[in-house]
């Protein structure tokens, strides 16, 4: 027991310790009682309430990420990548803030409908789109379809009963370095079609003879992750060249440059991060540069933040199990969750932080392996972090950072169900989607 626990009137001549708002969302805070609040709801009372592991979900954060690119960017269309974390709430909330949505399967693009979306302003796009993702697509009449290869540039011809607007995706031939799996503006990989190849041409000369088919513009994507905006400025510069030379080549202009997403945010203190007005402009001067060059006219910019919208609107809530002191080797905190719920520490290599939510620690602190329950030697959660000495199984961690390729990446390995997502909101909290529970997993089973 702590003196603050014993002497609780100590706690009004202490200063009110903020967490940082790098990794969490803005509105986090220490209550009176030393526990951890986001939006004015104390975590450990969402841990008991609804359980552990939890997804929590600011909405006022994501919303206020949303207001930040309509702000920096208010000329372009700002489309959310709900491959990151797609549910009807957070479609209705994104959309409300002027954002389109981008689907990537026939799943994402039911939510969105269900949620309301305009299907004028959902796009499709994915490297390897089944008949009947595009035929359901051509069907709710989505906006635009993002072709990938020349398969889809056939099906989608041969589906499209109206006039249908079609972006060509392609690689530009930007290598933005880290992790092979995030490198997708690469020549040598599976997206699009190599920018100035003959592969690409055919694909123009393809969709241009297409009578429903309207090619309005190029899309890329130049990896994940990204916090250096020069690429974003080279992308720009390639992408505009090679419409310009379309528009030499086949008198056809197209007017919108879709320049994908993948911009960068900490999941550490101190982690780089993209910053939105050097980007902004960054992307204004080489738009203005690329377009007088070529004496082409400036296209419509479409970007696709997914990761920068939801990753710091998101905590993950775990409840500590058991404390292992390997002697010789690490302290293992072994929690409820783990690879289910985030997998991207096995996949990626992530780092994330881990703090203590139901209590202000004052004392000692030991370094840590936050390791999750799953038989599997890499299911960690986080490396290396500095945690509380007097830990106690039943306390609540928080791992900040994770609304992001969290759910939406999360399985049911060891016929554990996915978490719940609980949303907060000016002192309110809402379970948006519910925990995944045996009777569900067995109502897939057929026997």
């Given amino acids: 027991m702590t003196l603050l626990e014993i002497f609780p009137s100590l706690r009004s001549g202490m200063p009110s310790p ?27 009372d969402i841990a008991d309430q609804y359980g552990t592991p939890t ?18 960017f208010p000329d372009a269309e700002i489309i959310y990548a709900a491959k990151a974390l797609m549910t009807k709430s957070m479609a209705r909330w994104v959309t409300e803030e002027g954002l389109s949505v981008d689907v990537c399967s026939a ?5 969105a409908l269900a949620a309301g979306v305009d299907p ?18 051509v069907a709710a009449g989505v906006g635009r379809i993002v072709l990938d290869s020349l398969t889809e540039v056939t099906l989608l011809s041969a589906l499209a009963t109206r006039p249908q607007k079609v972006l060509l995706r392609l690689s530009p031939d930007i290598d933005v370095h880290g992790h092979p799996a995030v490198k997708t503006g690469v020549l040598d990989q599976k997206f699009g079609f190599p920018i100035g190849s003959a592969q690409a041409a055919e694909a123009v000369e ?3 003879r297409q009578p429903t088919l309207r090619l309005v513009g190029f899309h890329c994507h130049l990896g994940s992750q990204i ?39 900490a999941y550490r203190c101190g982690d780089p991060e993209m910053n939105l007005p050097e980007l902004a402009d960054i992307v204004e001067d080489a738009l203005d540069a690329a377009c007088a060059r070529h004496h082409f006219p400036r296209p419509h910019i479409a970007m696709e933040p997914g990761r920068a919208i939801a990753a710091r609107a998101g ?11 390997i002697e010789g080797g690490r302290t293992f905190v072994i929690v409820d969750g783990g690879m289910n719920d985030n997998p991207r520490v096995a996949l990626y290599g992530a780092r994330y932080d881990a703090v ?20 599997e030697a890499g299911d960690i959660l986080a490396h290396d972090v500095s945690l509380p000495a007097d830990l106690r199984p039943g306390e609540v961690l928080a791992i900040p950072c994770t609304g992001a390729y969290h759910h939406s990446l999360a399985s049911s390995y060891n016929g554990v169900g996915r978490p719940p997502i609980v949303a907060v909101h000016e002192g309110r909290c809402q379970q948006i989607l519910r925990r995944e529970t045996p009777a569900d997993l067995l109502s897939r089973d057929l026997g």
């Fill in 315 to 325: 905590v993950t809530l775990y409840r500590v199990m058991t404390i292992k002191h």
């Fill in 206 to 208: 393809r969709i241009l």
């Fill in 18 to 44: 903020r967490l940082a708002t790098s990794v969490w969302p803005c509105e986090t805070h220490y209550d009176d009682l030393g526990r951890i609040t986001v939006a004015g709801v104390a975590l450990a």
């Fill in 120 to 137: 004028e302003r959902i796009v499709l796009h994915g490297s390897g789109k089944p008949f009947a993702e595009l035929e359901a697509a």
């Fill in 107 to 111: 799943g994402e693009l039911a939510i």
């Fill in 227 to 265: 916090s250096n905006p020069d690429y974003y400025g080279e992308g720009v510069r390639r992408m505009v060249a090679e419409m310009a030379r379309v528009h030499r080549e086949h008198g056809h202009l197209m007017t919108e440059l879709d320049l994908g997403g993948g911009h960068a945010v």
């Fill in 356 to 375: 203590v939510a139901n209590r202000h620690p004052t004392g000692a602190h030991m370094t840590a392996t936050v390791a999750g329950r799953y038989c």
């Fill in 55 to 72: 997804y929590v979900l600011d909405e006022t954060e994501v919303r206020r990420r949303c207001q930040a690119y309509r702000k920096h």
